[in-house]
């Protein structure tokens, strides 16, 4: 059964700080994803990991960096947090595949909020 | 470029009545389709997926789903609502065939379904 953490259910930070998120799968999975949940909006891609040390920008990478040092861990990094990061963040995996049914599998998020 | 619509951001029905979740999509090439389902303050979990093979597709909970490519739509239906669906759910389309699956999905921007007593 794969099962994918996040480090924190709920995080509160202030303007300016250096906020890590961590997130770990025990599936052996290539590929490692960060989204940002808002009301209205949907999922929004930040960063995403094909392999270790590997990164590409989603589709809003602006104010958010990534790390990737082993296969299972992924880290979103937001280098000087902002009220406007105020948000749910939801990390998943999915294996690696050769067609495009890639089934991701979701941590359970964490709501961080920026005073 | 993929994309994904889900019309209404807010769906309301009676317990035992007809789920009705509509989810469009587009795509350049034959698309992979899912539903997540999220429950409160949880993550996203997978309802079902259509790959290839048989349109009707069956997940859990009673949930189904239909692809219909004349009309690039994945609509979500269960026969009969639980007070325990009530929830938010998102449609989801991949249309990768290179990188692994690496690039990951469009999401649609949800369904909250309330149902009534």
């Known amino acids: 059964d794969v099962k994918v953490t996040q480090s924190s259910r709920y995080l509160v930070k202030r303007t300016g700080e250096k906020v890590f998120l961590e997130c770990v799968q025990d599936m052996d999975h290539e590929n490692m994803f960060w989204y940002r949940q808002d009301p209205g909006l949907g999922l929004r891609l930040i960063y995403f990991s094909y392999d270790v040390k590997m990164k590409e920008k989603g589709d809003i990478p602006e104010g958010y960096s990534v790390s990737r040092e082993k296969k299972e861990r992924f880290s979103l990094i937001l280098e000087s947090a902002s009220t406007n990061q105020t948000s749910m963040y939801l990390c998943?995996?999915?294996?690696?595949?050769?067609?495009?049914?890639?089934?991701?599998?979701f941590g359970p998020g964490t709501r961080l909020t920026v005073l | 470029a993929q994309s994904v619509t889900q019309l209404g951001s807010h769906v309301s029905v009676s317990e035992g009545a007809l789920v009705l979740l509509r989810c469009n999509y587009s795509s350049s090439v034959p698309p992979y389709l899912f539903w997540y389902v999220q429950y409160p303050n949880q993550g996203l979990q997978l309802l079902l997926k259509y790959t290839t093979g048989a349109t009707l597709v069956k997940g859990i909970n009673g949930f189904e789903a239909e692809f219909k490519k004349s009309e690039t739509s994945f609509h979500l239906t269960k026969p009969s609502a639980h007070m325990s669906d009530a929830a938010e759910y998102f449609c989801a389309v991949s249309e990768s065939g290179v990188g692994g699956g690496a690039d990951g999905l469009t999401f649609g921007k949800g369904t909250h379904l309330i149902i009534q007593p």
């Open positions: 998943a995996s999915s294996p690696f595949i050769s067609q495009g049914n890639n089934e991701q599998f």
